[in-house]
């Protein structure tokens, strides 16, 4: 907890916005002082629901409001970097939701004005900051050399041409929305991959509806990923090295217990629940760095979230050809 709670400023009204709000309230590091929206009516419903008091209409107004320290930027993918440009430009701290941008060159130009400002900055890839995956990263020396990581992430919707996984203008997709906790997981254990390959099954609006990735790392080591908005899949991760593995219950990117098996098959269950969705870890992390004067976290360093996103734009290519 700081001393005086970070005010938080959200560009956005949707389902995660409004998750991170309420996390919000389940710590005392930060609050949320004002929300804005293109619409007056979307912000206003957004904050008499949420019990936010400044209510903006636009999101140029939200990013020079001077009672907000830093902004979260939870708007549909595509509107990620004129956003967070914006904030940035306005002088604030900024948090983006993951998808950090579209692709590679779109991340590169906001930690780009960032570093250049000397600007807090950081992709909201919140699992980073959860209790289980701090101790997993504490416990990925113990697996020797890690061969395998293998992770999913499945969901069913409803078929629909408006919902914005299915839009390409709004950056619809597996990949971009769901693949990006798989991507993000083997990046925090295997660093970038020298090797991507990828096979996609289109929607009926042409956006991804399933990727599988397979990647390899310059050490050998292999990562077998995959996504759907079709079905709901396990959403497990493992992680598997030459003296132990790593098995994450489902959903591992959200709080999670995991089983720690050594070679000899003896196992260790490690329990974990939160309160909330989780979303408060990252929210109290960006305050601690914040009170430090830190400008980006070495949980989630920029250069990664760069990394990742030419991953991904590796693996786009790689269905392409």
């Known amino acids: 907890m700081t001393e005086t709670p970070l005010r938080w400023g959200i560009m956005g009204t949707g389902g995660i ?24 009516e979307s912000a206003d419903a957004f904050g008499a629901r949420l019990g936010i008091p400044a209510r903006h209409s636009s999101y140029e107004a939200l990013a ?3 009672d907000v320290d830093i902004v979260y930027v939870a708007t549909p993918h595509p509107m990620h970097h004129g956003n967070a440009r914006l904030a940035l430009e306005a002088g604030k701290p900024v948090l ?17 004005l960032a570093r250049d400002r000397g600007l807090f900055l950081m992709e909201a890839m919140w699992t980073r900051f959860l209790p289980h995956v701090r101790h997993i990263r504490e416990l990925l020396p113990s697996l020797g050399d890690v061969v395998t990581v293998s992770a999913d992430h499945g969901q069913w919707f ?17 990949l971009l ?24 099954t289109p929607a009926f609006t042409g956006v991804d509806a399933q990727m599988s990735m397979l990647f390899g790392y310059a050490n050998g080591a292999q990562a077998v990923l995959s996504c759907t908005l079709s079905a709901v899949s396990p959403t ?26 050594q070679r000899d098959g003896e196992r ?31 949980l989630m360093p920029l250069d990664e979230t760069v990394s990742i996103m030419a991953t991904m734009d590796e693996v786009r290519a790689a269905t392409r050809t």
């Not at 409803?158 to 950056?171: H, K, T, V, Y």
């Not at 295997?190 to 390959?197: C, K, M, Q």
């Not at 790593?246 to 089983?259: D, L, N, Q, R």
């Not at 260790?268 to 009170?291: I, M, N, W």
């Open 158 to 174: 409803a078929e629909d041409p408006a919902f914005r996984l299915f839009a390409p203008e709004l950056g619809g997709g597996a």
């Open 17 to 40: 916005a409004a998750a991170f709000a309420q996390d919000l309230k389940l710590t005392g590091s930060g609050v949320v002082t004002a929300v804005g929206s293109r619409k007056a």
């Open 268 to 298: 260790t269950r490690h329990e974990y629940a939160d309160e909330g969705r989780g979303l408060r870890h990252q929210a109290d992390e960006v305050a601690r760095l914040l009170a430090e004067g830190a400008t980006e976290s070495p």
């Open 64 to 66: 020079n409001d001077p």
């Open 96 to 112: 983006v939701e993951k998808p950090f941008t579209m692709d590679a060159a779109e991340a590169r130009d906001l930690v780009g």
């Open 177 to 200: 929305d769901l693949g990006i906790y798989p991507v993000s997981f083997a990046s925090m254990v295997l660093g970038t991959p020298d090797r991507v390959a990828a096979m996609a």
């Open 236 to 261: 497990t991760a493992a992680i598997v090295g030459t003296e132990a593995r790593i098995e994450v219950e489902g959903p591992f990117y959200a709080p999670a217990s995991f089983t720690l098996i």
